[in-house]
Structures are given as C-alpha cells and as structure tokens.
C-alpha cells in the first residue's frame, strides 16, 4: 500500500473518527418517511372526508412521524463512517450505539445510487453488500457527495481484494475505463421491453391499471354504480366481449409501460471489465453504477423467452453469493437485458474465461420424462375440469385441452438438457422461458438426488446443482435413476478437483507475493 | 484461512451408519402427542359446532392418519436414513416417497452445530446440524444420534471442515 493511493477524504482524523454524511442526507430522510406515509395519508385523508375515524388515522399519523423524523435526525448527527486499513467501519446511534466493522476482503459487491433529486443535488448513495447481507445490504451510506461517493468506491474496490492478489495484479482496478463489453442503445432497450417476460407484461398492465386508479384524483365511486347497472344491461357476450377489450387495453398498456420502463431504467446500458471486476451502469433518472468481483459470480443463467427466441434475442443474469435481497434484484434486473443469441457466448466467456458455451453439445434427459409430465398435466386438468363440472357442465369442456398437455411436453422435454462440460456444469430447462445454467466447478457447494413417487414409478430422478446463490437452484428434471447417481459421483469429484485447483493458484499467487 | 493440511491419518473406510434405533420412539412419541393435540382441536370443535359441521370427519382423518404414521411410517422413515462419512465429503440418504441423496463435501462446511430439544434430550439423543453457504442445502440436520455421539461427530466435521471459505 503506498501512500499516494490513499484517498484523504475517507481517511479518518483522530480529531473528528471519521466522516460524516452530506447535510442533505436530513432533506432526504425526511422526504423518504414523508413518502412512505403518504399512501396512508392519502387514505386517510379520505376517510377524514367520511368522519372522525380518518381524522384519527391523520392524528396516528402525525404522532408517528415525529418519531420517525427525529431519528432520522439523530441518525444523522451521530453517523460516521471511516475505511481503516482493511476496513470499512461505521457507527451510529443515540441510545443504543451500534458500530459494523466490513473487512474489505468480505465485500461481494458494491454500488452508487443516484435518484434524479440526488442527481441535481449532486450526491449519490453508496451500497455495500457482503455475502451475509440479507434483505439490507452491508453497510448504505446515504447520503455522500457523488465525488465522495466515487472516491470511496475506488479506495473500497483497490482494497477489497487479498492482499497477495493485490500486489501480483497492480493496484487500480476499478479507476481505468476499458472498452466496454456491452453497451445497449435506445432502440435495443425498446426492443427488450417490448419482449419482456410475457407474465410480466400481464403484470405490469394490472400494476400500471391500478396505479393510475390510485393516482387519479377520481371519485370512481361515483361511476361506478352506473358501469354496474350497465353491466347487468347487457348481455353475456357483451360482458366477454367488455372483458376482453379491456384486457387488451391493459396489454398494450403494460407493454407501453414496459418500454418505457425499460429504455428509462436501462438507458446508456453499459458493461465493462475491470481487472477482476464486472462494472455496471445504467439509468437516465435513477442512475446506478455497480461493480461485482469476477471471482463471486456463482453462476449465469442465459434466459430465451418465448417471444425473444424467434427474434434470436436473450437476456444472461449472473448469480453472486448474498442473501434474499440480490435474488429479488437477481429477479427484477437483468445483467444484460438483452443481447443477440449469437453474442451470448462471447459474454459469458468475458466472464468465464476458460469456457465456450457453443461448443457445448448437450445431452437430453430420459425419453420417458414427457410421459411423467402429460400424467401430471393431463391429471391437474381433469381434477379442474372436475371442480368446474360441480359448477357447470360445460366445465367438461377443459378436458379439450388434454391433447395440447401432450404438445407441452414433448416440448418440456426438448428443452431440458445437460453437459458436464470443460470445468462447468450445464443445465437446460423451461417451457416458455428457456434457461440455460452455467455453473464453474469449484462453485459448486453441495448435490442432491431427489426422486418423487412419481417419478420413481419411471425410474427417473432429479439432480440438483447447489451454489452459494440465493433463489432458484439449477435443478436437471428427469434423467434415469441411475444417470443421476453417476453424475452425482462425476460432479462431486469435479468440484473437489475445481476446489483443489483453486486453492494451489491461490497459494501460489501468495508465494510470488512474498 | 489458507490450508488445510490432512488432519488426521486417512481413517478405515467407514460403513454407513444408520441412526439410532432409539429415534422410532422419540418420532412415535412426537407423532403420538401431534395426533393427540390435533384430534382434542377437532373434539373441541365438534362438541361447539358439531351440528353444522362434520367435525368429526376431520377427527377421523386426524386419527387414521396418526395410526398410519407411528404404524407404518415412522419405520420407514428409520430405514431410509443412513449417512455416511467419506475421505472428502458427507453423502446423505434419507426420504421415504420423496427420496433424497445429498453430498456436502467437507471444504463446504461453514460450521457444524449439535442441536438437542427437550424430549430429544429425554432420550439421550441429539441432532447435528451442517451448515453451508448454499442455498438449497444451507442446513442439513443428522437426526436422531445417541448424544455422544452427536458431540464427537460434530468434533470430527468441525475438523474436517472450513479447508476453503472463499464463496
């Protein structure tokens, strides 16, 4: 460590024991806990036009504000935070003193927020996630100076690593801008809002339908009882027909809101590798800059959707190791929202150096895995069609669909496959969405075989590929009993390999450090 | 943490063991008293509502379901669990419809914990616990262990653990 790489803003002086936050941290808290009781207000406000119960609910209100505001207050002023050594340390409190001490080396990843006040206020928040962070990262320092913020998340970035990487690979990581890997423009982030997951398509027309219900200064109540009278008036064909215009409305909506959202949220989309880091910025409102270390990335998982594998798009997510909160974000945010399918491989050898995803020839799972899934399906429609029947008899009709149960499995079964290929494990799988798992060997924690009556019946089994990632695990559906238990055998001697390989390069670059 | 070097001179290879045949009555006894409080729920609420609804219905299920489970399920259970510990990891069985077999390699143990409840302890048994940083296999629990024989495993994966703590 030499003394010109020290950063003196995050540098604690004896006098002060560390550094505060921006002033405007105080404007900011207090806006969050103005917004976060505003839907309340907003309902009670309501109310209050109705009687003395809403103007309760306000009274509750104010008295939990005050409460909330002064602690924001206190948190404010007893707030410090300092990077000692190999540490990043912060304190606050009134009555109870809490102090967090980070050691650097236990960092996953970290980011720098930026909402549009804080934009034009110019601070930022910055994020520190370790793997223990559960739905709260490590350490937030909201908020700092934007130049501060950067300034801290280099010191934190040329630190985090071992020392004896540290000194074998230089000292910068983080401050030089290479040529980015991926960087997406307008029309692309259109395009992959367009092609966004269909379900979450649906789902933001109806979240978007009720926003504007809620944000409407409407007495809906007022019409409602007219569009009521009006649907009893008609007949049944006019209510499906009402019905189903409406769900087109709200489709075309949600896919509007899904572009939008998507080229606003992502705009200036931009991948970079730095050394052993992946970079990422992205957003033209809320501006986010994260970098990951290379080194905690568990897995890749390359999702084909429906309506983007005829367009021969994808969307690839890297799984680091953290808690709940890195597997919702894992889910709402993709590492690259969308890229050519014949990009992808080039990606994801960016970062899984020593692996070509299209020289992988994966094999398929047993010929008997379609027949386990038409029962299962075939059965699931029978017992609706049943309970339907109870109702009405045309609920019978369902049963129409038993053939297309077929169709889907056969189509299930296409997609699932596997390869042990060089150094990773691949896993294939989906039915709308496919999904391919790319796991490098020495990530693998533990391996499961699970078999269901059901699938025992065929003599068939499930592997599961267990990693230090939250959420869904890679899971191969379907191959012969005895398959799985012979993988089982190869991938743990695999992985015990990968772990020894690991450790001797480790050891190594420790040796040529001393 | 940087090596690990071998601990211990390779041990004999090991049969896989079983669990302690004492744990069938521990789990008929936790089955017995579950029956127990859940068919009293459904006594009581038949004799309060019993006229309007077949309380007694679910009274039966409750009842016929505790029989099957100390009877026939509860064997099973024992003999399909077995566990084994090998020269780099721990190979689990277990399950009896939905079967389950599990590997932890020993460089994957974060930490290793005995865990013992009030009626496990009245048995003299005890449970170990490994712990990962996996997701699906995060904690894996070995019921069902005389309690020193829980200690000394524990002992034993403690040692053998923690080779490799890089996530």
Same mark, same amino acid.
């Given at each position: 460590?030499?003394?010109? =790489?020290?950063?003196?803003?995050?540098?604690?002086?004896?006098?002060?024991?560390?550094?505060?936050?921006?002033?405007?941290?105080?404007?900011?808290?207090?806006?969050?806990?103005?917004?976060?009781?505003?839907?309340?207000?907003?309902?009670?406000?309501?109310?209050?036009?109705?009687? =003395?119960?809403?103007?309760?609910?306000? +009274?509750?209100?104010? /008295?939990?504000?005050?409460?909330?505001?002064?602690?924001?207050?206190?948190?404010?002023?007893?707030?410090?935070?300092?990077?000692?050594?190999?540490?990043?340390?912060?304190?606050?409190?009134?009555?109870?003193?809490?102090?967090?001490?980070?050691?650097?080396?236990?960092?996953?990843?970290?980011?720098?927020?930026?909402?549009?006040?804080?934009?034009?206020?110019?601070?930022?928040?910055?994020?520190?996630?370790?793997?223990?962070?559960?739905?709260?990262?490590?350490?937030?320092?909201?908020?700092?100076?934007?130049?501060?913020? !950067?300034?801290?998340?280099?010191?934190?970035?040329?630190?985090?690593?071992?020392?004896?990487?540290?000194?074998? =690979?230089?000292?910068?990581?983080?401050?030089?801008?290479?040529?980015?890997?991926v960087?997406l423009?307008?029309?692309e982030?259109?395009v992959a809002?367009?092609t966004?997951?269909?379900?979450?398509?649906?789902?933001?027309?109806?979240?978007?339908?009720?926003?504007?219900?809620?944000?409407?200064?409407?007495?809906?109540?007022?019409?409602?009882?007219?569009?009521?009278?009006?649907?009893?008036?008609?007949?049944?064909?006019?209510?499906?027909?009402?019905?189903?215009?409406?769900? /087109? /409305?709200?489709?075309?909506?949600?896919?509007?809101?899904?572009?939008?959202?998507?080229?606003?949220?992502?705009?200036?989309?931009?991948?970079?590798?730095?050394?052993?880091?992946?970079?990422?910025?992205?957003?033209?409102?809320?501006?986010?800059?994260?970098? +990951?270390?290379?080194?905690?990335?568990?897995?890749i998982r390359v999702e084909e959707s429906l309506l983007r594998r005829p367009l021969d798009l994808a969307s690839l997510k890297?799984?680091?190791?953290?808690?709940?909160?890195?597997?919702?974000?894992?889910?709402?945010?993709a590492?690259v929202p969308i890229a050519q399918a014949r990009r992808i491989a080039g990606l994801v050898q960016?970062?899984?150096?020593?692996?070509a995803l299209d020289a992988v020839?994966l094999?398929?799972?047993?010929?008997?895995?379609?027949?386990?899934?038409?029962?299962?399906?075939?059965?699931?429609?029978?017992? +609706?069609?049943?309970?339907?029947?109870?109702?009405?008899?045309?609920?019978?009709? /369902?049963?129409?669909?038993?053939?297309?149960?077929?169709?889907?499995?056969?189509?299930?079964?296409?997609m699932?496959?596997?390869?042990?290929?060089?150094?990773?494990?691949v896993?294939r799988?989906g039915?709308?969405n496919r999904v391919t798992?790319i796991?490098? !060997?020495?990530?693998?924690?533990?391996?499961?075989?699970?078999?269901?009556?059901?699938?025992?019946?065929?003599?068939?089994?499930? +592997?599961?590929?267990?990693?230090?990632?939250?959420?869904?695990?890679?899971?191969?559906?379907?191959?012969?009993?005895?398959?799985?238990?012979?993988?089982?055998?190869?991938?743990?001697?695999?992985?015990?390999?990968?772990?020894?390989?690991?450790?001797?390069?480790?050891?190594?670059?420790?040796?040529?450090?001393? | 943490?940087?090596?690990?070097?071998?601990?211990? $001179?390779?041990? $004999? $290879?090991?049969?896989?063991?079983?669990?302690? $045949?004492?744990?069938?009555?521990?789990?008929?006894?936790?089955?017995?008293?579950?029956?127990?409080?859940?068919?009293?729920?459904?006594?009581?609420?038949?004799?309060?509502?019993?006229?309007?609804?077949?309380?007694?219905?679910?009274?039966?299920?409750?009842?016929?379901?505790?029989?099957?489970?100390?009877?026939?399920?509860?064997?099973?259970?024992?003999?399909?669990?077995?566990?084994?510990?090998?020269?780099?990891?721990?190979?689990?069985?277990?399950?009896?419809?939905?079967?389950?077999?599990?590997?932890?390699?020993?460089?994957?143990?974060?930490?290793?914990?005995?865990?013992?409840?009030?009626?496990?302890?009245?048995?003299?048994?005890?449970?170990?616990?490994?712990?990962?940083?996996?997701?699906?296999?995060?904690?894996?629990?070995?019921?069902?262990?005389?309690?020193?024989?829980?200690?000394?495993?524990?002992?034993?994966?403690?040692?053998?653990?923690?080779?490799?703590?890089?996530?």
């Amino acid at each position: 460590m030499t003394p010109s =790489d020290e950063a003196p803003a995050t540098e604690p002086s004896p006098a002060t024991q560390g550094r505060r936050l921006h002033p405007l941290t105080l404007l900011f808290s207090t806006v969050a806990i103005a917004r976060r009781l505003i839907l309340p207000a907003v309902f009670g406000g309501i109310s209050a036009a109705g009687g =003395d119960a809403g103007r309760a609910v306000l +009274v509750i209100l104010g /008295v939990l504000t005050v409460p909330s505001i002064a602690l924001a207050i206190a948190h404010y002023f007893t707030f410090r935070y300092a990077v000692t050594g190999e540490e990043l340390v912060y304190r606050s409190g009134v009555l109870r003193r809490k102090q967090r001490v980070i050691p650097l080396s236990r960092v996953q990843n970290i980011e720098v927020r930026q909402s549009l006040a804080q934009r034009l206020t110019g601070v930022a928040e910055l994020r520190v996630e370790t793997a223990g962070s559960g739905s709260e990262p490590e350490a937030a320092l909201s908020v700092l100076r934007r130049a501060e913020a !950067d300034a801290l998340r280099h010191v934190l970035l040329a630190r985090r690593r071992p020392v004896e990487s540290r000194t074998v =690979d230089g000292e910068d990581t983080g401050l030089s801008e290479p040529a980015p890997l991926v960087h997406l423009t307008p029309p692309e982030l259109a395009v992959a809002g367009a092609t966004a997951n269909e379900a979450g398509l649906i789902a933001a027309a109806l979240v978007g339908a009720l926003q504007f219900a809620d944000d409407l200064p409407l007495p809906l109540e007022r019409y409602l009882p007219d569009v009521e009278a009006w649907f009893t008036q008609q007949s049944l064909a006019g209510t499906v027909l009402l019905v189903a215009a409406l769900m /087109v /409305v709200l489709i075309v909506i949600g896919w509007v809101v899904s572009i939008v959202g998507s080229v606003v949220g992502y705009y200036d989309f931009t991948l970079a590798r730095t050394g052993d880091d992946i970079q990422k910025r992205y957003g033209l409102l809320n501006r986010r800059e994260a970098s +990951v270390p290379l080194r905690r990335v568990q897995s890749i998982r390359v999702e084909e959707s429906l309506l983007r594998r005829p367009l021969d798009l994808a969307s690839l997510k890297i799984e680091t190791a953290g808690g709940p909160a890195q597997q919702q974000r894992g889910g709402a945010e993709a590492f690259v929202p969308i890229a050519q399918a014949r990009r992808i491989a080039g990606l994801v050898q960016a970062l899984f150096p020593s692996f070509a995803l299209d020289a992988v020839e994966l094999a398929p799972v047993h010929p008997r895995s379609p027949r386990r899934a038409f029962t299962r399906y075939a059965l699931t429609l029978a017992i +609706v069609a049943g309970g339907l029947a109870l109702l009405d008899r045309r609920g019978l009709l /369902v049963l129409a669909l038993v053939p297309f149960a077929w169709v889907v499995a056969r189509w299930q079964y296409r997609m699932r496959g596997y390869a042990l290929a060089d150094g990773h494990v691949v896993l294939r799988s989906g039915v709308l969405n496919r999904v391919t798992w790319i796991v490098p !060997d020495e990530k693998i924690q533990t391996l499961h075989v699970t078999a269901t009556p059901f699938q025992r019946r065929h003599g068939l089994a499930s +592997v599961v590929v267990d990693t230090a990632s939250g959420g869904a695990q890679p899971t191969l559906v379907d191959v012969s009993a005895a398959d799985a238990a012979t993988l089982l055998e190869r991938m743990a001697e695999r992985a015990r390999a990968a772990r020894a390989r690991v450790r001797a390069a480790r050891r190594s670059v420790a040796q040529a450090a001393v | 943490m940087e090596t690990a070097p071998p601990t211990a $001179p390779p041990a $004999p $290879p090991e049969r896989p063991r079983t669990l302690d $045949p004492s744990v069938v009555r521990l789990w008929r006894i936790s089955g017995l008293i579950w029956t127990a409080v859940l068919a009293l729920g459904a006594l009581v609420l038949h004799l309060a509502w019993g006229d309007e609804v077949p309380f007694w219905i679910a009274g039966a299920a409750i009842v016929t379901y505790g029989v099957f489970y100390l009877a026939a399920w509860v064997p099973r259970a024992y003999r399909a669990w077995e566990f084994e510990i090998r020269e780099t990891d721990v190979r689990l069985r277990h399950g009896v419809l939905w079967q389950r077999t599990s590997v932890v390699p020993h460089a994957r143990i974060q930490h290793v914990d005995t865990r013992h409840g009030p009626l496990t302890r009245a048995f003299g048994l005890a449970s170990v616990v490994l712990y990962t940083a996996g997701h699906t296999g995060a904690a894996i629990e070995i019921p069902g262990l005389p309690a020193a024989e829980a200690e000394a495993l524990r002992e034993r994966l403690g040692a053998l653990s923690g080779a490799d703590d890089a996530v």
